[in-house]
């Protein structure tokens, strides 16, 4: 016959597991600290209800006749076994793992799933008084006949323990597993995942993980290499290359002064030789823009020097420009854009107006609060342009083949706002500023293009001055000029 009093004391044991469940939903996962100690609690109040009414854990129901009580006291006896496996798994967890850290989250379910294997046979030895030892015997068998058959999930299992023990990565760094690069975005107990660039996720099994060649980009986090690779025609001399991509180089603020960068020859056939230009930045979402850039200030420095980029068979066939006969002075006037409003015949009587001005390294160009008697454009050479910030004179960008200067002057006899020194050797071509002006008076597109370029020049010497330090966009002046 069924005692009220124990069944009604069993169903609150229920009940006190279905509290637990609930609040351990509800709490903020923030919270671990109130969660464990709550859980905790649950589960010494749900030991003493079910002592007090005479189930033990440690041995089988005590109501052998009564087919309800016997039922509902094993059910609540197996139970308080898998309740405590999975309060000690979370008090074990809240001690000894940092949550912050991903890798803990691999340990936690091997720590968990063994903490489990061991309630369960116990509660199978204890409650329900199965025999334990043949049950891991037969176990050990089936286990070996598993092991046989995944063996390549055991083996990522294996792998991704040591992966998270000795971490050549981490969540949110940037690596490349063999040829697959992207943004590592989980590392569980199977595989690694990775965020491509094209947006597409790859998941890398831990065995293969563990035996590639990994390269992580997001190490040392402080100092990260960009490298661009070109092709030059094989006839042209190496030097020449070489000194033309040094130019190249410094010819941006974004590669770190720290450490040197390099232009060297990769490879070489008989048709051209690969160069390498290799330096490095600060940051490694600065990658993609600083590549992007170093590319273009490769093009405009080889052109400055008469050098055309690929291979032989492609250098064969010269530019059209350049197959018209027209100097560099021409040239520059032609890929200008302040100067595409000219006619083609204006642009001639510029070309052969224009005086070339040869200036050594470190020399200054045109001084702060200077007014310049004419407009120069940089032919080859890298030129820094420094403003003043009440104090000191603070570099804002750096100019090369292409772009102007001197055009406050030629405006309104305004001061130059700004210092234009040499960091290497640089020739330029002046043009007067009678011979300009002439020009101004006959095209107003063409002041109000120089208008436009001091502005974006004013405001860039605004930005540094009230955000102190600013990441100055490199090489806008040149990209303003030569957009279409």
């Given at each position: 016959?069924?005692?009220?009093?124990?069944?009604?004391?069993?169903?609150?044991?229920?009940?006190?597991?279905?509290?637990?469940?609930?609040?351990?939903?509800?709490?903020?996962?923030?919270r671990?600290?109130?969660?464990t100690l709550?859980r905790?609690?649950?589960?010494?109040?749900?030991?003493?209800?079910?002592?007090?009414?005479?189930?033990?854990?440690?041995?089988p129901?005590?109501?052998?006749?009564?087919?309800?009580?016997?039922?509902?006291?094993?059910?609540l006896?197996?139970?308080?076994?898998?309740?405590?496996?999975?309060?000690?798994?979370?008090v074990l967890?809240?001690?000894?793992?940092?949550?912050?850290?991903?890798?803990?989250?691999?340990?936690?379910d091997?720590?968990?799933?063994g903490?489990?294997?061991?309630?369960?046979?116990?509660?199978?030895?204890?409650?329900?008084?199965?025999?334990?030892?043949?049950l891991?015997?037969?176990?050990?068998?089936?286990?070996?006949?598993?092991?046989?058959?995944?063996?390549?999930?055991?083996?990522?299992?294996f792998?991704?323990?040591?992966?998270?023990?000795?971490?050549?990565?981490?969540?949110d760094d940037?690596?490349q597993?063999?040829?697959?690069?992207?943004?590592v975005?989980?590392?569980?107990?199977?595989a690694t995942h990775?965020?491509?660039?094209?947006?597409?996720?790859?998941?890398?099994?831990?065995a293969?993980?563990?035996?590639?060649?990994?390269?992580?980009?997001?190490?040392?986090?402080?100092?990260?290499?960009?490298?661009?690779t070109l092709?030059?025609?094989?006839?042209?001399?190496?030097?020449r290359?070489?000194?033309?991509?040094e130019?190249a180089?410094?010819?941006?603020?974004?590669?770190?002064?720290t450490?040197?960068?390099?232009?060297?020859?990769?490879?070489?056939?008989t048709?051209?030789?690969?160069?390498?230009?290799?330096?490095?930045i600060?940051?490694l979402?600065?990658?993609?823009e600083?590549c992007?850039?170093?590319?273009?200030?490769?093009?405009?420095?080889l052109?400055?020097?008469?050098?055309?980029?690929?291979?032989?068979?492609?250098?064969a066939?010269?530019?059209?420009?350049?197959?018209q006969?027209?100097?560099?002075?021409?040239?520059?006037?032609?890929?200008?854009?302040?100067?595409?409003?000219?006619?083609?015949?204006?642009r001639?009587?510029?070309?052969?107006?224009?005086?070339?001005?040869?200036?050594h390294?470190?020399?200054?160009v045109?001084?702060?609060?200077e007014?310049?008697?004419?407009?120069?454009?940089?032919?080859?050479?890298?030129?820094?342009?420094?403003?003043h910030?009440?104090?000191?004179?603070?570099?804002?960008?750096r100019?090369?083949?292409?772009?102007?200067?001197?055009?406050?002057?030629?405006?309104?006899?305004?001061?130059?706002?700004?210092?234009?020194?040499?960091?290497?050797?640089?020739?330029?071509?002046?043009?007067?500023?009678?011979?300009?002006?002439?020009?101004?008076?006959a095209?107003?597109?063409?002041?109000?293009?120089?208008?436009?370029l001091?502005?974006?020049?004013?405001?860039?010497?605004?930005?540094?001055?009230?955000?102190?330090?600013?990441e100055?966009?490199?090489?806008?002046f040149?990209?303003?000029?030569?957009?279409?």
């Amino acid at each position: 016959m069924i005692e009220i009093p124990q069944l009604f004391t069993l169903i609150a044991g229920f009940m006190l597991l279905a509290l637990d469940l609930l609040v351990w939903h509800f709490t903020p996962s923030v919270r671990i600290l109130q969660r464990t100690l709550v859980r905790v609690a649950i589960f010494l109040l749900f030991s003493w209800l079910i002592i007090a009414v005479g189930v033990s854990p440690l041995q089988p129901s005590p109501w052998p006749d009564d087919v309800a009580l016997n039922m509902l006291s094993t059910v609540l006896a197996v139970l308080w076994w898998f309740f405590a496996a999975r309060t000690l798994t979370v008090v074990l967890s809240s001690m000894f793992f940092n949550r912050g850290e991903h890798s803990a989250r691999l340990f936690q379910d091997i720590m968990g799933a063994g903490i489990f294997l061991i309630a369960i046979a116990a509660a199978a030895g204890y409650v329900m008084q199965l025999p334990v030892k043949g049950l891991l015997a037969t176990s050990g068998g089936m286990a070996i006949v598993g092991g046989l058959a995944l063996r390549s999930t055991l083996s990522d299992l294996f792998s991704g323990i040591v992966l998270n023990t000795t971490k050549p990565y981490q969540v949110d760094d940037y690596v490349q597993i063999d040829s697959i690069e992207g943004r590592v975005v989980d590392i569980d107990w199977r595989a690694t995942h990775l965020m491509t660039s094209l947006g597409s996720m790859a998941v890398i099994p831990n065995a293969i993980v563990a035996n590639a060649k990994v390269l992580n980009f997001s190490r040392p986090v402080d100092v990260h290499g960009v490298s661009v690779t070109l092709q030059v025609p094989a006839q042209i001399r190496p030097g020449r290359v070489i000194e033309a991509l040094e130019r190249a180089l410094q010819g941006t603020r974004q590669l770190l002064g720290t450490h040197s960068a390099k232009a060297s020859v990769k490879s070489s056939t008989t048709d051209y030789i690969e160069y390498e230009m290799r330096g490095f930045i600060a940051s490694l979402s600065q990658r993609t823009e600083v590549c992007n850039q170093l590319f273009d200030l490769a093009h405009r420095h080889l052109e400055a020097a008469g050098i055309k980029l690929g291979n032989g068979s492609q250098a064969a066939a010269a530019p059209g420009n350049v197959a018209q006969g027209w100097s560099r002075q021409r040239l520059l006037l032609e890929d200008v854009k302040i100067f595409r409003s000219l006619s083609s015949v204006q642009r001639d009587q510029l070309a052969e107006a224009m005086r070339v001005v040869e200036c050594h390294a470190d020399q200054v160009v045109l001084e702060y609060e200077e007014v310049s008697d004419c407009l120069m454009i940089i032919s080859t050479g890298v030129i820094s342009l420094a403003v003043h910030d009440g104090e000191r004179l603070l570099e804002a960008t750096r100019m090369g083949p292409g772009e102007v200067l001197g055009e406050e002057g030629i405006l309104a006899d305004a001061r130059s706002r700004g210092q234009f020194r040499c960091i290497t050797g640089c020739v330029l071509f002046r043009i007067d500023k009678a011979m300009l002006r002439t020009h101004l008076e006959a095209s107003g597109e063409l002041k109000a293009a120089l208008n436009k370029l001091q502005l974006f020049r004013q405001g860039v010497r605004q930005s540094l001055l009230l955000q102190k330090p600013v990441e100055i966009k490199k090489g806008g002046f040149l990209r303003w000029l030569k957009s279409a």
